[in-house]
C-alpha cells in the first residue's frame, strides 16, 4: 500500500526554487519522512530527513507541516543537475529495513 | 570511502545461463540491501541483510534467485536460471543506524542485467 503521495511530474527554471510537495496523511509518530533522488541512469541517492521539525542541509530543505501530514522538499536554486526522479518516503525510527519506493515526482530544470 | 560497490556495471547472458551479481557495502554499514528496478515495476527490494543474516527475503521473485553474504564486506545475487523477464537494472544499497537512527541508505551504480 503507498504510504505517500506525491505529483507525478513537476517543471522548474533553473535558479528558481523547486518545491515538491508529498503527503503522507497515515504517517505514525514514529515514522520519519525521507527524500531520496534518482538521476537518469544512476542508483538512488539520498537527500534529507527528518521527523517534525524542519531540517536543512547542503542539499534541500525540508519542510514539514505541524500535522506531519505532509511536507515538501526545497531546491532552493535548482540546476539542470538537478534533474531527477524525487522519492519521498516514509520509515520508522530505528530501523534501516524495508525502504519503500513509489513512483516520485519527475522534476524536469530548463533553461 | 569508495562507497557501495557493484560488479559488473553490464552484463548479457543467453537465457539458462546462471548469473551472479557482485556487491561491496561500505565498511562499517550492517544493513545490507538488494533491489531491482524495471520500467514497469520500478524499484523493487528484493532481500536484506543484518549483520550478514537474511532478514527478509520476501521480494526474492522465484527460487531461481538467491542471495548470500558470507561476510561483512561481500554479497552476491545469482539467477539461476536466468530469464529474459530478468533483465532489470539490479541495486546493492547499505546502510546503518546511529543512535538508533537511520541516517540514509547509500546506493550502488548498479549492473545492468539483459538475458537474451
Known amino acids: 500500500d503507498a504510504k505517500t503521495t506525491q505529483p507525478t511530474s513537476m517543471d522548474c527554471a533553473e535558479g528558481r526554487a523547486a518545491n515538491l510537495p508529498c503527503n503522507h496523511s497515515?504517517?505514525?509518530?514514529?515514522?520519519?519522512v525521507y527524500w531520496y533522488r534518482q538521476i537518469h541512469s544512476q542508483g538512488p541517492q539520498y537527500i534529507i530527513h527528518?521527523?517534525?521539525n524542519n531540517e536543512t542541509n547542503e542539499m534541500a530543505s525540508l519542510i514539514i507541516t505541524e500535522d506531519r501530514k505532509s511536507s515538501t522538499l526545497i531546491l532552493p536554486h535548482a540546476t539542470l543537475r538537478d534533474t531527477a526522479v524525487y522519492y519521498c518516503?516514509?520509515?520508522?525510527?530505528?530501523?534501516?529495513?524495508?525502504?519503500?519506493f513509489g513512483t516520485g515526482t519527475r522534476l524536469q530544470v530548463t533553461l | 570511502d569508495a562507497g557501495v560497490i557493484q560488479s559488473p556495471r553490464h552484463e548479457v547472458t543467453e537465457m539458462g545461463q546462471e548469473v551472479t551479481l557482485r556487491c561491496k557495502p561500505i565498511?562499517?554499514?550492517?544493513?545490507l540491501f538488494w533491489y531491482r528496478q524495471t520500467m514497469m515495476r520500478g524499484l523493487e527490494l528484493l532481500i536484506y541483510?543484518?549483520?550478514?543474516?537474511?532478514?527478509?527475503d520476501s521480494g526474492m521473485p522465484e527460487d531461481r534467485f538467491s542471495a548470500k553474504m558470507p561476510n561483512a564486506s561481500f554479497s552476491t545475487l545469482k539467477i539461476q536460471p536466468s530469464e529474459p523477464r530478468d533483465s532489470a537494472v539490479y541495486f546493492c544499497?547499505?546502510?546503518?543506524?546511529?543512535?538508533?537512527?537511520?541516517?540514509?541508505?547509500?546506493f550502488g551504480s548498479g549492473t545492468r542485467l539483459t538475458v537474451v
Open positions: 544499497a547499505s546502510s546503518q543506524l546511529l543512535d538508533g537512527a537511520n541516517y540514509g541508505y547509500t
Open positions: 497515515t504517517i505514525s509518530g514514529n515514522e520519519y
Open positions: 527528518g521527523l517534525k
Open positions: 518516503i516514509v520509515q520508522a525510527t530505528g530501523t534501516a529495513s524495508k525502504l519503500t
Open positions: 565498511s562499517g554499514h550492517d544493513y
Open positions: 541483510f543484518n549483520n550478514n543474516v537474511p532478514i527478509d
